[in-house]
Each structure stands twice: as C-alpha cells, then as structure tokens.
C-alpha cells in the first residue's frame, strides 16, 4: 500500500500521518456481527433513504463477497459498501428485498455506499471501485450501475460512470422510490 501525507494529498490509497501516526484504512468482506454498526452507519448517512436492517443482511447473505466494511488502523468503522449482481437498467427499488440474485445478470450493481465524515479522506471510493470492476470482471459482469443520490452524480461521473440510455417508465419509478433527482449511472466495463 502507498504510503501518503496529509500535506501532500487527501486522496491516497487509505493510508495518512496523522500526528506522527501512519493511519491506514482499508475494505475487509462484512460479517454478520458488522450488520448492527452497518445500520447505525445508514441511519446517520442515509437521512432521506432509509431501509430496514433485512435489506443489508440480504445482501450479505446473498452475496458476500460484494459487502465491505471500511476499517481503520485500530479497529474503527469508517463506512461499507454493499453491491450484487442484477440485471442492466433494473435496480432495485429502495428498501425492497431482492429474495434472490437474477441468474442472468449482467452487471454489479453498487446498492449503496456510506462513509462517515471521519472516513471520507482516504480515498475509498475509488478503492472500491477498482475492486468492483475487478469483481465484475472475475464474474463476467460487462457493466457496473448505481443510483446517484445525495448529489454525488458528479463524483461518479469523475470515476467513469454514464448515464443510462436505456431508461424507461419502469426505471424511473424506480428511482423515484429514493428521489425525483436519482440518477441511474452505469460504467461499462467492455470500453
């Protein structure tokens, strides 16, 4: 891991001297004992998109391997990610179970990312997404999706994303479940 200074840059690798300290913060798979802090976290960041603690024990339970935690040095919880394979143009509603994943999915879908202030320094959401494309990657997945909120659609356009040109009446209903400013963006990752 590259090592990186305050002085020097806010955006690193996860890793900052903080008074004489090097601090290092990293994505580790979620377990189910992170489910409590998961939702303590999503009630604090996630005000006006709230979801039932079922939804992230779901998604850990459907796929693992697409929910992380962000952790420091020491053992504090900065954040997590929570992402799963589904189908291009068809995410999820907010707070809706998904009882099972689409057998033929096409693309990783990022349900949700969350980092407390404390967190939002190290550069994590590019770590994340570097090893969500190689996650989609291993899995023969051609596209990342999200749906921007929060008026982050800038910054996920900053790391690749694109609108989607597909979007339809049932896609728009859809996100109008988290707002009327949701934008649904997508990353291919065949360009």
Not at 61 to 74: D, P, R, Y
Not at 105 to 113: P, S
Request: aromatic content about 8%; glycine content about 8%.
């Amino acid at each position: 891991m590259r090592k990186c200074f305050l002085s020097m840059s806010n955006n690193c690798d996860g890793s900052m001297n903080m008074g004489g300290r090097a601090v290092s913060v990293v994505w580790r798979n979620m377990r189910d004992q992170d489910l409590s802090t998961v939702v303590a976290i999503a009630d604090r960041i996630h005000l006006d998109y709230p979801e039932a603690p079922a939804i992230y024990a779901e998604r850990l339970q459907l796929f693992a391997g697409g929910c992380q935690i962000a952790m420091a040095t020491g053992g504090a919880v900065h954040g997590y990610a929570i992402a799963h394979p589904a189908l291009l143009g068809q995410p999820p509603s907010l707070n809706t179970l998904l009882n099972a994943l689409p057998v033929s999915a096409n693309c990783l879908y990022l349900h949700d990312i969350a980092l407390l202030p404390e967190g939002r320094q190290y550069g994590l959401g590019g770590t994340l997404i570097d090893y969500l494309k190689l996650l989609a990657q291993t899995m023969q997945l051609d596209y990342l999706a999200l749906v921007a909120v929060n008026n982050s659609a800038p910054y996920w356009r900053r790391q690749g994303f694109a609108p989607y040109a597909g979007t339809d009446a049932g896609l728009r209903r859809k996100l109008a479940s988290y707002h009327a400013a949701a934008e649904y963006l997508v990353l291919d990752l065949q360009a």
